[in-house]
């Protein structure tokens, strides 16, 4: 893991230059070899926005480890790793480690798994390494999921249909793992890091209500610009790029499956009025909300 701070870096998957919609109901997966072979078995700090992955890492020696939000955890196959949404992570694994990495959109999941099993969404939202037992009851259930997985995310018009639900399954038995394996042990957080879990956790609950920069540093008890420095350290951005991409975020979620009119949108995101809103809308993604809106649902009905 090699990256220095201030140069972490957006992807869809580590290594590509676009990254996926965020919104799209994507549901990906392929093995850790594939990629991880290419960079040598280290992939640098990255960060997927709205995209949550989860490893299952099956083969491969020990030594190797995950570096997610400043916390760093051990990786002694088999296990599983969940790396959620805007997780600033990156791994270093031995040669010759295997096992299929789902890469998935996670609103879409959370929204799922916030009807059927509520109780999944902490399992889903937070960064964690389980040890599976491959003896276990649990690791007999864990292969058949992927393998399913894996079948629906290469058929066409699958993925949408069936992706998301076996994904909800798939987090119920990394909730029962949960509850009967401790999760290995990790370093102790940074202050940094977990300044940057807390202003998260902040810009998550006041995302609607377009709260100021300065408005998140007073209650973090810090300046505006030590909350900017922190995020550029950590994330590579600063804090009103993390503050802006985060509205962006939201609002695409609402244009493409809300029934809401662009000015009740605006209007639910704490902007002054339509025209204000389209005019952030277009700077931070180069179209017009009704623009955006058309060409991603059309690419949804057509997928």
Known sequence: MRTEPGT????????TQDAAPAWADLVHLERVPERSSLFGWEIDLHFHEGLIQVL???????GGSA????KRWPLHPPCLVVVPARTVHGFSFHPGTDGPVITAAQKPLESLAALAAPELLEHIRRPLVLPVDPAGRH?????PLFEVIGQEAHVDGGVRAAGM???VALFVQIAR???????????????KAVQIERFRALLDTN?????????YADVLGISVGQLSRLCREVLGVSAQEVVNAR???EAQRELVYSSLSVKQIAAELGFEDEAYFGRFFKKHTGQRPTDFRREARAQLAGA
């Open 8 to 15: 972490v870096r957006q992807f869809a998957l580590y290594g």
């Open 56 to 62: 299952y890492l099956t083969a491969g020696g020990e």
């Open 67 to 70: 570096l997610m939000d400043g």
């Open 139 to 143: 690791a007999q259930a864990l292969q």
């Open 165 to 167: 639900p076996l994904l």
């Open 177 to 191: 793992l949960a509850q009967t394996s401790a999760a290995l042990p990790e370093a102790v957080p940074s202050r």
């Open 207 to 215: 995302v609607r209500q377009h709260t100021p920069v300065h408005a």
């Open 247 to 249: 509205v962006v975020h």
